[in-house]
């Protein structure tokens, strides 16, 4: 009796249009951090925000007890008053020195006394002028701005607290929400490959520009809004081999947060002549490669040797091995073996996924 000749269903290789990306895990990071510092040593006065709230840029945040740097100031000003009188002063007597200097009645001493009175009554105005602006600049530093706009944390000082210049302890910090930054890890080797690809002509990039990045929560939840890829960094993490990869978001709501874990999408590229086959097709042979069923010459089960990456969809995206054209063996698999004649069947849809 002669054996039945095994039926397989194949789907056939054909490239299509393939756009790639990669799933990485990274976490929020503020867009901007101000930390808000005195400029000047005083007594709070008053604090003049809500801790959590959102705080417009050049907003006060605390006054400082002026008294002694308005002194300060009216000082500088009656400073000014004074060079300004003596300026005018020696500037008269010079323009009188000048006029008897053509008739020959003041000694060239006395003109030379009065030009040196001069030049020093005008650097004394300059002094004075300059002293004004540094006593108008601590006054006004005794009023603490919010140097960005941002939500504002807590106070870490309260009124009556002595605070000094330039002090190691911020007073509070401002964190601007809108945008948000997310930081992504992704290890050198893939980051390698697909540089490779992009080299070897195989790939194309998805944006010209930056590539765009997709948002999962630590919830599970998707985030409504898409990001872009700003940059990659220029240096290899020693402890844990990854380099790290900067998106940025709009986050007009706020439901962004800083230091929360997240998961991104990030579209590497484009491949227009991908070839994909489903991953239950795929098996390991006993060196650990890739290996895959196809029906060759003659109706012959051929057994490939496959390179291949995720596709997503359980799908492998197939990058050395396979030809379009070829008849990959995606039903009937039980049992066979290569050199095995069989007979070929389209398979169905389901089975092509």
Do not use: C
Not at 243 to 272: C, K
């Amino acid at each position: 009796m002669t054996p039945r000749t095994p039926e397989v269903g194949v789907i056939v290789m054909r490239a299509q249009r393939l756009a790639l990306g990669v799933q990485l895990p990274g976490r929020t990071v503020a867009y901007r951090v101000a930390q808000v510092r005195p400029q000047v040593t005083g007594i709070i006065k008053q604090r003049l925000f809500a801790e959590g709230a959102n705080v417009a840029a050049g907003q006060e945040l605390y006054a400082l007890d002026a008294a002694t740097f308005k002194a300060a100031y009216d000082s500088a000003q009656a400073a000014v008053a004074k060079a300004d009188a003596n300026a005018l002063t020696v500037k008269l007597r010079f323009d009188r020195y000048q006029k008897l200097a053509a008739s020959g009645d003041v000694s060239q001493q006395d003109r030379d006394d009065v030009t040196a009175n001069l030049t020093q009554a005008q650097a004394d105005q300059a002094t004075a002028r300059a002293l004004l602006e540094t006593a108008r600049i601590n006054l006004g530093y005794t009023r603490i701005v919010a140097p960005i706009a941002g939500r504002i944390g807590s106070s870490a000082f309260t009124e009556g607290a002595l605070v000094t210049a330039n002090q190691d302890s911020p007073l509070t910090t401002v964190q601007q929400y809108d945008p948000m930054y997310v930081d992504l890890s992704q290890s050198v080797s893939e980051l390698l490959k697909v540089r490779a690809e992009f080299a070897a002509g195989r790939l194309r990039r998805a944006d010209e520009h930056s590539a765009a990045v997709r948002l999962q929560l630590d919830d599970g939840s998707a985030y409504a809004r898409d990001g872009r890829l700003e940059f990659t960094g220029v240096s290899v993490s020693e402890s844990t081999g990854a380099v790290t990869l900067r998106a940025i978001f709009p986050n007009p709501e706020g439901r962004l947060l800083p230091g929360m874990y997240v998961r991104a999408q990030v579209s590497q590229g484009v491949d227009e002549q991908a070839l994909l086959v489903p991953q239950q097709v795929v098996s390991r042979n006993a060196h650990g490669e890739a290996v895959a069923l196809v029906v060759g010459a003659g109706e012959r089960v051929e057994q490939r040797t496959l390179k291949v990456s995720e596709a997503g969809n359980n799908q492998w995206r197939v990058n050395a091995g396979l030809n379009p054209g070829d008849r990959v063996i995606v039903q009937g698999l039980l049992n066979l073996r290569p050199g095995t004649v069989v007979t070929v069947s389209a398979a169905p849809p389901a089975a092509a996924r």
